[in-house]
């Protein structure tokens, strides 16, 4: 374990670098990397950034769809002790604003790449122009050259004013403990949260996801789709430079090409992990024409039904699932592929070396037993320190030398983790406790439902009934009547939804469908 604890992000991929230069690093459709390329333009990138006037623990952010320069610039920053704020690409304004002024942000790095789907050049003034606390000096533009923002020939050409000896003493500085980047939490209240990650939790995290989960060499191809502000891409991404494969990635998710590229690259190992995503797999026309049958591993979380649905679609690979969240450096437990496949399809795994993971009542803060639902706690070296500038949350959110994580789970016997949903996602239905997951299971039972939302709406009699937001598989619809009329039988009468309603888009933030605009589009009954 030595050699986890000395690691910064920095001199991590500096070391698999060193040992595997000609391997592939980063694969785009219609571009790459190896571990030797990229470390010579994260060099360059860094030296652009010191030039800038960049310093240690100074905050830069990165507002860019997933592309090569978006980890070139995320590494470069490490080299010289950065703090990299990934920003959701999915925000407005005045979200952005926010994050801009919350985390101090002196630097933004951003590019016109996706520009026919979101202009960030615009949203950047327009959310600097509505915030005067806004601490911004400087903006880069990579692509076309605009006015009011650096463009990237003499962003690059700075470098040559930096020796890579300037970088390296720097880097031999930075301390395991320092604040590596700062994600903020995905969205699912109104203000998204700071969660500052230091080294010495990212790194030993992607190096037991590596060694105690995933078993990866450097023959192995990991596609993980998901945006590079959420730590469902950093996480893998660390998993393969410890093992020096390859990590795929791609500037936005799109089911036709993603089953292309899983073909022509031969990927080994799938991190899709949510079922929105898994589900536009499998119900494409491309997904039975397309040869998959170099995955040997897939990752995903749902619910056990919508589980069972994806590991058949994949027969060939051992599905395996995960629990964590931002704030225990993305995941603390995987399954482990040696699981049983029922052990596979109802729990999340152990948690991995060095972190752990108990249950209480979330009101008396007692201990619960083993099988017993509860608020999930959480300790170890993976666990944050605290949320950014929010002393009142944080003496909250800890109890005893335990992060209290607010999802509902339990312990197995054998030490595994279930996972029963958000405590908030709990609705109160005549005084009964309901767990949203258990209908949003039920739900997804049904031929017609590609994906199912359940919130709580209020209700004179029951306080608060159940409300399913429903997508429905191409080609195929049900109405109101006929789902309700599906429920019954299979759940207690008050479980049953009383209401519900057809989605065909979600109001989505990172990764996570948003309950609370849910929420808003019943009480305005707008779809």
Same mark, same amino acid.
């Given at each position: 374990m030595k050699r986890n604890v000395e690691l910064t992000f920095g001199t991590f991929f500096l070391e698999a670098a060193?040992?595997?230069?000609?391997?592939?690093?980063?694969?785009? /459709?219609?571009?790459?990397?190896?571990?030797?390329?990229?470390?010579?333009?994260?060099?360059?990138?860094?030296?652009?950034?010191?030039?800038?006037?960049?310093?240690?623990?100074?905050?830069?952010?990165?507002?860019?769809?997933?592309? *090569?320069?978006?980890?070139?610039?995320l590494l470069g920053l490490q080299f010289?002790?950065?703090?990299?704020?990934?920003?959701?690409?999915?925000?407005?304004?005045?979200?952005?604003?926010?994050? %801009?002024?919350?985390?101090?942000?002196?630097?933004?790095? @951003?590019?016109?790449?996706?520009?026919?789907?979101?202009?960030?050049?615009?949203?950047?003034?327009?959310?600097?122009?509505?915030?005067?606390?806004?601490?911004?000096s400087e903006m880069v533009m990579f692509g076309r050259p605009r006015i009011g923002f650096i463009d990237e020939h003499?962003?690059?050409?700075?470098?040559? +004013?930096?020796?890579?000896?300037?970088?390296?003493?720097?880097?031999?500085?930075?301390?395991?403990?320092?604040?590596?980047?700062?994600?903020? @939490?995905?969205?699912?209240?109104?203000?998204?949260?700071?969660?500052?990650?230091?080294?010495?939790? %990212?790194?030993?995290?992607?190096?037991?996801?590596?060694?105690?989960?995933?078993?990866?060499?450097?023959?192995?191809?990991?596609?993980?789709?998901? *945006?590079?502000?959420?730590?469902?891409?950093?996480l893998p991404m660390l998993c393969c430079i410890d093992a020096g494969a390859a990590f795929l990635s791609m500037i936005h998710f799109e089911p036709g090409l993603s089953l292309q590229i899983m073909e022509e690259e031969k990927v080994t190992i799938a991190f899709p992990c949510f079922p929105t995503v898994t589900a536009a797999l499998i119900s494409h026309v491309d997904f039975g024409r397309r040869d998959l049958s170099n995955i040997r591993r897939i990752n995903n979380s749902a619910a056990p039904d919508v589980l069972k649905t994806f590991q058949a679609a994949f027969p060939q690979a051992i599905q395996t699932g995960a629990y964590g969240l931002t704030e225990s450096g993305g995941v603390i437990a995987f399954n482990h592929?040696?699981?049983?496949?029922?052990?596979? /399809?109802? @729990?999340?795994?152990?948690?991995? *070396?060095?972190?752990?993971?108990?249950?209480?009542?979330?009101?008396?803060?007692?201990?619960?037993?083993?099988?017993?639902?509860?608020?999930?706690?959480?300790?170890?070296?993976?666990?944050?320190?605290?949320?950014?500038?929010?002393?009142?949350?944080?003496? +909250?959110?800890?109890?005893?030398?335990?992060?209290?994580?607010?999802?509902?789970?339990?312990?197995?016997?054998?030490?595994?983790?279930?996972?029963?949903?958000?405590?908030?996602?709990?609705?109160?239905?005549?005084?009964?406790?309901?767990?949203?997951?258990e209908i949003e299971s039920l739900l997804s039972q049904h031929d017609a439902v590609k994906v199912a939302q359940v919130i709580g709406v209020p209700d004179k009699h029951l306080f608060e009934v159940a409300c399913a937001y429903i997508e429905c598989h191409k080609g195929q619809t049900v109405n109101e009547k006929d789902l309700i009329l599906f429920c019954r039988g299979k759940i207690a009468s008050f479980k049953i939804p009383r209401y519900v309603r057809k989605v065909h888009t979600w109001p989505m933030s990172s990764t996570k469908i948003q309950k609370y605009i849910l929420r808003e589009w019943f009480n305005g009954e707008v779809v």
């Open positions: 060193e040992r595997r230069s000609s391997s592939d690093f980063l694969i785009f /459709l219609d571009t790459r990397h190896t571990y030797g390329s990229m470390r010579v333009s994260a060099m360059r990138r860094a030296a652009s950034f010191l030039a800038s006037g960049i310093k240690p623990g100074e905050h830069v952010g990165l507002l860019m769809s997933n592309c *090569p320069v978006y980890i070139e610039c010289i002790g950065a703090i990299v704020v990934p920003i959701n690409a999915r925000y407005k304004a005045h979200e952005l604003a926010y994050v %801009l002024s919350n985390a101090e942000i002196t630097t933004v790095v @951003t590019h016109d790449l996706i520009s026919e789907y979101a202009n960030f050049g615009d949203l950047l003034l327009e959310a600097i122009s509505t915030n005067d606390l806004c601490q911004v003499t962003f690059d050409a700075r470098a040559d +004013q930096i020796s890579a000896q300037e970088i390296l003493n720097i880097l031999a500085g930075i301390k395991v403990s320092d604040t590596s980047m700062m994600m903020y @939490t995905s969205g699912t209240t109104a203000d998204p949260k700071g969660c500052p990650l230091h080294h010495g939790m %990212l790194i030993p995290n992607g190096i037991n996801m590596n060694r105690s989960r995933y078993f990866l060499t450097s023959t192995d191809r990991l596609w993980a789709p998901l *945006p590079m502000f959420h730590m469902a891409s950093i592929p040696n699981e049983l496949l029922s052990t596979r /399809l109802t @729990t999340c795994g152990k948690p991995m *070396p060095g972190l752990e993971a108990k249950i209480i009542d979330p009101d008396t803060l007692q201990p619960r037993t083993t099988g017993e639902k509860g608020e999930i706690l959480l300790r170890g070296y993976a666990i944050f320190k605290g949320y950014y500038k929010s002393p009142e949350k944080n003496k +909250q959110s800890f109890y005893d030398g335990w992060f209290r994580t607010g999802d509902l789970g339990a312990l197995t016997a054998g030490g595994q983790i279930e996972f029963h949903g958000r405590l908030k996602d709990m609705l109160k239905v005549g005084g009964e406790n309901v767990a949203a997951i």
